[in-house]
RNA sequence: CGGGAUGUAGCGCAGUUUGGUAGCGCAUCUGGUUUGGGACCAGAGGGCCGCAGGUUCGAAUCCUGUCAUCCCGACCA
């Protein structure tokens, strides 16, 4: 590719829509545009490098024993509705209309669609298993869309579906996906780690996600500074550690004036927030239920919800409380009559805590529950783990980061074999249910995550294996004809070799063309000047760590192909 | 969904308070001088001032509505 004639609009100054580096980046180096509010174009540059990530992708999916087919980005509401979750969904799903008013929508995934071809076609246990996957786009009306293509409405997703005899089977799937993406994120240059996940609208259990690391990240992960444990803060979860035990005081009721807060009464009454106990009200469903948590932690709406079983959780509004003489800041589970009340797996152990008086402005002082001073329906994990702790798992201490997901595989059981009746007739001549995973990455996220990864002042600095091209070819002068030949030649002889490769013919001074090299950031840059020349060398500079080195021409070609295979197997841009 | 902000040339912005011929920088085009890290001089082109309505002799500017985009938040008793 010649640049004079190639299509990458950078942009000097930084379009005032973008806020973090990677969307910035894209912008600037003439990769993206947008269309709408989380609707992108992919430019050129930016579609090369989703084409080998693709191509990782398919490699890995392959190796594996996956087929690639293609569905249709448009389904029917008649497959959704027959799943269940046409009413599930929300608003997030994107529902288009036809012109006979029959209802459709843009699909956010394919387990509907693809239950059903496996349904019409596939009959016995002897055609088991199968792994069946499709890159595709797909849509999310998201409430926000944000960072470009790190939460974007249309995005291309490459999901793979497992059809298993039984449990055995698709753990079995499970693994060899597991792999499949460790191979897949460790190729495309990221730097990532697998965690326990929450397995949200999909349904079914057991999940991992792939985090790339990220300040930007929109999730936070849990994991451990000595073994390898990880998960998304969502679920992490760990046993109560064990409580010294103390002796039981009798209970007293203080004034608390103005003490909306934990932080307020522990301050007022001189004592660490862990020996209070939190009591909030929720609204589940059209229930109201009492959550009780240790005053330093946090409720974790994700497992509470889990454990009560509701579709509408939220916290109950001030007004409602008062309606039932509830002051809020003052509440407390003592004396509470007719209302579940649910405690988070700590609360049972505590000795001696403050709670709400629920009178007034009023705390009780030597609550303890041991003693029957209040009741707990139900016991269960119900909050986040904080930074510090001690691992669930080893003796270690947890550290808290930030990651993009960049893929997320699932365990869904029979969920959907279940509702969409997907079922096979196995060896004993019964009909038994197909038990199903799925796995999905985020082509346009991995995308924006290894350039959020791999970048500095100067631009991009790609990976090797996912850079659109591997080098470019700077001649710094092109009014003396012997450099403008010189390039030509390079170029005609390391295209023909099949490296990638651009050559900067643009009638721009050096200082242009190098500012551009380093922020579209091909990998390689071949400068070629006339002192070097003169020698027979052409001067080459890496864009991860800057450095030059004058190599001869004749053993340019061969040098450069095996850095660029020693890049792409090394994998990272660092 | 709630809150905040912003819409003026491809990009970044000024002009809006106090209504009076739409500006600056970058980018683009022409000519010239330059030429190893975003050159300089001279000239040129490019605008439904988000859209609709209203007030006014006159609206980018005031009023009303609307659309779009971005950010923050989504309840910790």
């Known amino acids: 590719m010649k640049a004079s004639n190639m299509f990458a609009p950078t942009l000097r ?41 693709e191509e990782i992708v398919r490699q890995e999916m392959d190796a594996k024993g996956g087929q690639e087919l293609l569905m249709p980005a448009v389904q029917p509401a008649e497959i959704w509705l027959e799943s269940g979750r046409w009413g599930v969904y929300g608003p997030e799903l994107w529902r288009v209309k036809d012109r006979n008013g029959r209802d459709f929508c843009l699909g ?37 869309p944000r960072f470009g293509l790190m939460r974007s409405r249309e995005f ?20 060899l996906m597991y792999d499949a993406y460790s191979r897949v994120f460790t190729r495309c240059g990221l730097n990532f780690r697998p965690v326990e996940a929450d397995s949200g609208a999909i349904g079914g259990k057991g999940s991992h996600e792939f985090m790339a690391l990220a300040e930007s990240g929109e999730s936070a992960i849990l994991y451990c500074d000595t073994c390898d444990w990880a998960a998304t803060d969502e679920i992490a979860g760990r046993e109560p550690l064990p409580v010294t035990a103390e002796e039981m005081l009798s209970i007293e009721k203080v004034d608390t004036p103005d003490c909306g807060t934990v932080e307020d009464v522990a301050k007022f009454l001189h ?12 609204q589940a469903d059209d229930q109201l239920v009492i959550v009780l948590v240790r005053g330093d932690r946090r409720i974790n709406e ?16 001030n007004a409602d409380l008062e309606v039932h003489g509830q002051k809020v800041g003052y509440l407390g589970p003592v ?24 009178d007034g402005e009023r705390h009780l002082l030597n609550v303890n529950y041991q003693r029957g001073d209040f009741r707990i329906d139900q016991v269960a994990d119900l909050r986040y783990l904080e930074e510090g702790e001690q691992c669930p798992h080893c003796q270690g201490h947890l550290k808290l980061a930030r990651g993009i997901e960049v893929g997320q595989i699932f365990k869904l059981h029979t969920k959907y074999s279940d509702s969409l009746h997907v079922v096979y007739a196995g060896e004993d001549g019964q009909e038994h249910p197909v038990v199903m995973g799925c796995y999905g990455i985020g082509i346009g996220r991995t995308l924006a995550a290894v350039v959020e990864q791999c970048n500095d002042a100067d631009g991009i600095i790609w990976p090797m294996a996912v850079a659109p091209y591997q080098a470019v070819i700077v001649p710094v002068n092109d009014r003396e004809p ?47 000047g006339a002192k070097a020349l003169a020698r027979g060398n052409v001067e080459v500079r890496l864009r991860k760590n800057g450095e030059m080195q004058e190599i001869a021409l004749e053993g340019l070609t061969d040098w450069l192909k095996a850095y660029i295979e020693a890049e792409i197997a090394a994998g990272s841009c660092k």
Request: charged share 30%.
């Open 13 to 53: 100054e930084v379009p005032a829509e973008a806020e973090i580096v990677s969307h910035k980046l894209m912008l600037r180096a003439g990769m993206l545009r947008k269309t709408a509010s989380g609707v992108y174009t992919y430019l050129p540059l930016a579609w090369r490098s989703i084409r080998k990530i």
């Open 156 to 175: 291309i997703m490459k999901d793979l579906y497992s059809f298993d005899l039984d449990e055995a089977g698709l753990a079995k799937s499970y693994a």
């Open 271 to 282: 004592v660490p927030t862990n020996r209070i106990v939190k009591t909030m009200y929720y």
């Open 482 to 528: 012997e450099l403008k030949e010189a390039a030509e030649r390079i170029y005609a002889e390391l295209e023909a070799d099949g490296v990638e490769v651009v050559l900067d013919d643009r009638q721009e001074r050096a200082g242009v063309k190098f500012k551009d090299a380093d922020l579209i950031g091909y990998p390689v840059r071949i400068t070629v």
């Open 335 to 358: 004396g509470v009559e007719g209302v579940r009340i649910v405690a988070d797996a700590e609360v049972p152990l505590m000795f001696n805590v403050i709670v709400g008086a629920n």
């Open 108 to 144: 956010p995934t394919h387990e509907e669609m693809i239950s059903i071809i496996f349904r019409n076609d596939m009959r016995s246990y002897k055609q088991l298993p199968q792994l069946w996957y499709q890159i595709q786009t797909k849509y999310r009306d998201e409430r926000r």
């Open 302 to 317: 994700i497992k509470l919800q889990g454990l009560l079983g509701c579709n509408e959780l939220a916290l109950a509004e």
